[in-house]
């Protein structure tokens, strides 16, 4: 099963993804996490990325593209989890033919759904936190990186609902709620 999970940044699909991994043995493929894999080590991508990320914006297509296209070479294991992907209109198009070439389908889309107010909050909350732990804080985990960030998926990125609607892949559930609670909301949107 390959399923894509979208969502505006704070409404838990990390979380969610990290809960497939380890519950159904599914792979994660967030291009969020290669991005700050490529920063951490240096190479000339990561050093390239590295001030758009920090503003809330989106790098371009064609990197992530060719991100997502080196992972989808390798085992699909459990099925892939799209986490971050895609985030524009190009991208979901890129997708859609990759995963033919190697064989794959998409069997859902799940939109997780939360309201903005609460979005802001978990954001910069999760970088107080983070900080207050000692802990790595992402550099765009701040009111004022996530405003961008907020306008970017609007304007970018949920014209994809519309999309994935049409195409009949679109399952909704209720973000909020406990890990757990939306756990089992994502759960029952699958396919059995
Ligand atoms: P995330 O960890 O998914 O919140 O992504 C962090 C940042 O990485 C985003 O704000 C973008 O700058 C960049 N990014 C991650 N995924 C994508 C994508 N699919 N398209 C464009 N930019 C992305």
Redesign the pocket.
Known sequence: MNIILLGP?GAG??TQAQILVDERGMIQL????M??EARTSGTEMGKR?AA??DA??????EI?IGLIREKLQGDAGGGFIF??????LP?ADALAALLEEVGQKLDAVVEMRVNDDVLVERVVNRGLEAAAAGKPVRA?DNAESMKT?LM?YYKKTSPLIGYYYAKGDLKSVDGLGTIDEVKDRIAGALPA
């Open positions: 940044p699909k990390g967030s291009t969020g996490d991005l700050r990325v758009i990320m809330g914006e989106l790098v371009t297509d992530v986490d971050g992907f895609p985030r524009t991208q765009d960030r970017e």
